[in-house]
């Protein structure tokens, strides 16, 4: 089943995944997902927000255990972020079927749409819906680079953007939700360990910086006559890098457009976006406040306009106790417990229903590149303890 899925929306070039929500690779996946679903016998959905569920017993039931993450990608991200999960999730039943184990609650597959925001700009569209942490009226005003609208977007892969909303009657259905997902990080690696559980996720925002300047011509415009926005946008990077090491954070300028985006021109606009992320609130506050500060006196020196704009905001995220000691006690007790500067949907979903995250070993600790990687053992080491779990959980 992995083989099926590893060509869809791959990049010849990069290697690297595009599959970026409500776009034909993401239909691909959707497709796949659902074959998956009914070569199983189990019981298709796709609810009102676009996420795809695969249901072993009754759908209408309370109390149900859920696994599962996403399909979607970052721009060249690897082949492991989020589509692990959901095939370690398909190869758990077949295991658990292969044990003959017995079902006591119902079990549930899920592929959430859009969880990495590459095309609208914010992340866990599906599950932040389902959860009401994100209205109709907000998703319908996101719109991806090239203006077209979310609800456009979804109108023209055939889904109903007049229905998306919070789905409490679905979430009061579900007992237990685990993501298995691999790690981004080398905790793992340095442990010797295959198989983590995750214990906490930071708290971590997105901020758009708009830079305001002058359009103007590159080989006649004098040094002293320039209102060029790149100027101050660079030292805005420096700023974030600097203000992040000092408060123990991570800040990162990975997307930037530019306008008019000409050689031979400079700048009328640089919009940057500033993906910060800590382990707890204060550092995170600190660095966001010190790189606007410098960013707002870098701006004036060189006599341009700026914007800052919070696109999204997730606070930190404590996975509840009971969930994750059940796992260690079917995992046993010596399985790592550690914490995570990504988000997921399990996070998203914590607030709503008891959630629980495991890891699997990533040797490099890269991920969102296409040279992100798990070994065949440790994945298979994955299947193998999510079966348990979901044994554990679902099968008493
Ligand atoms: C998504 O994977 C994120 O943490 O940005
Ligand atoms: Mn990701
Ligand atoms: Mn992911
Ligand atoms: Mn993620």
């Keep these: 089943m992995w083989r099926d899925l590893t060509p869809i929306g791959r990049d010849a070039e990069s290697k690297g995944y595009r599959r970026f929500a409500w776009t034909e690779a993401d239909r691909d996946c959707r497709d796949w997902f659902r074959s998956q679903a009914e070569t199983r016998g189990l019981t298709y959905e796709l609810d009102r927000n676009g996420n795809q569920w695969a249901w072993l017993g009754d759908p209408t039931r309370e109390d149900a255990v859920v696994t599962g993450s996403h399909l979607d990608s970052v721009p060249d991200g690897g082949p492991f972020d989020g589509p692990l999960g959901v095939v370690s999730s398909f190869a758990?039943?077949?295991?658990?079927?292969?044990?003959?184990?017995?079902?006591?609650?119902?079990?549930?597959?899920?592929?959430?749409?859009?969880?990495?925001?590459?095309?609208?700009?914010?992340?866990?569209?599906?599950?932040?819906?389902?959860?009401?942490?994100?209205?109709?009226?907000?998703?319908?005003?996101?719109?991806?680079?090239?203006?077209?609208?979310l609800p456009r977007a979804m109108e023209q892969a055939g889904h109903d953007p007049e229905a998306i909303g919070p789905d409490p009657e679905r979430l009061a259905?579900?007992?237990?939700?685990?993501?298995?997902?691999?790690?981004?990080?080398?905790?793992?690696?340095?442990?010797?360990?295959?198989?983590?559980?995750?214990?906490?996720?930071?708290?971590?925002?997105?901020?758009?910086?708009?830079?305001?300047?002058?359009?103007?011509?590159?080989?006649?415009?004098?040094?002293?006559?320039?209102?060029?926005?790149?100027?101050?946008?660079?030292?805005?990077?420096?700023?974030?890098?600097?203000?992040?090491?000092?408060?123990?954070?991570?800040?990162?300028?990975?997307?930037?457009?530019?306008?008019?985006?000409?050689?031979?021109?400079?700048?009328?606009?640089?919009?940057?976006?500033?993906?910060?992320?800590?382990?707890?609130?204060?550092?995170?506050?600190?660095?966001?406040?010190?790189?606007?500060?410098?960013?707002?006196?870098?701006?004036?020196?060189?006599?341009?306009?700026?914007?800052?704009?919070?696109?999204?905001?997730?606070?930190?995220?404590?996975?509840?106790?009971?969930?994750?000691?059940?796992?260690?006690g079917i995992l046993g007790p010596d399985t790592p417990v550690l914490g995570t500067g990504a988000g997921h949907d399990a996070g998203i979903l914590s607030a709503s229903i008891p959630t629980a995250m495991l890891f699997v070993r990533n040797p490099t600790g890269v991920s969102h590149s296409p040279a992100e990687f798990a070994a065949e053992d440790d994945c298979l080491a994955g299947v193998t303890a999510l079966a348990d779990v979901l044994e554990g959980l679902a099968c008493r």
């Excluded at 079927?97 to 609208?120: C, K, Q, S, Y």
């Design 92 to 149: 758990a039943l077949d295991e658990l079927r292969h044990r003959g184990a017995e079902f006591t609650r119902p079990l549930a597959i899920v592929n959430f749409g859009d969880e990495e925001g590459a095309r609208f700009g914010l992340a866990c569209v599906g599950s932040r819906l389902t959860a009401g942490q994100l209205t109709r009226d907000q998703a319908h005003r996101l719109r991806d680079a090239d203006g077209v609208t």
């Design 173 to 328: 259905r579900i007992g237990a939700f685990v993501e298995l997902h691999v790690e981004q990080g080398r905790a793992l690696d340095l442990t010797g360990d295959r198989i983590g559980v995750a214990s906490a996720i930071w708290p971590h925002g997105r901020w758009r910086f708009d830079f305001r300047g002058e359009a103007n011509h590159a080989g006649t415009t004098r040094l002293v006559d320039r209102r060029d926005p790149m100027l101050p946008y660079a030292e805005t990077v420096l700023a974030a890098r600097r203000e992040a090491q000092l408060a123990g954070a991570v800040a990162t300028f990975g997307k930037i457009a530019v306008e008019p985006n000409g050689v031979n021109a400079i700048p009328s606009l640089v919009r940057g976006w500033l993906d910060s992320r800590a382990a707890d609130q204060s550092a995170l506050d600190t660095v966001v406040t010190a790189v606007e500060k410098a960013a707002r006196e870098h701006a004036a020196r060189h006599g341009v306009d700026l914007d800052v704009v919070r696109e999204s905001f997730t606070p930190v995220v404590e996975f509840g106790h009971a969930l994750r000691d059940e796992l260690t």
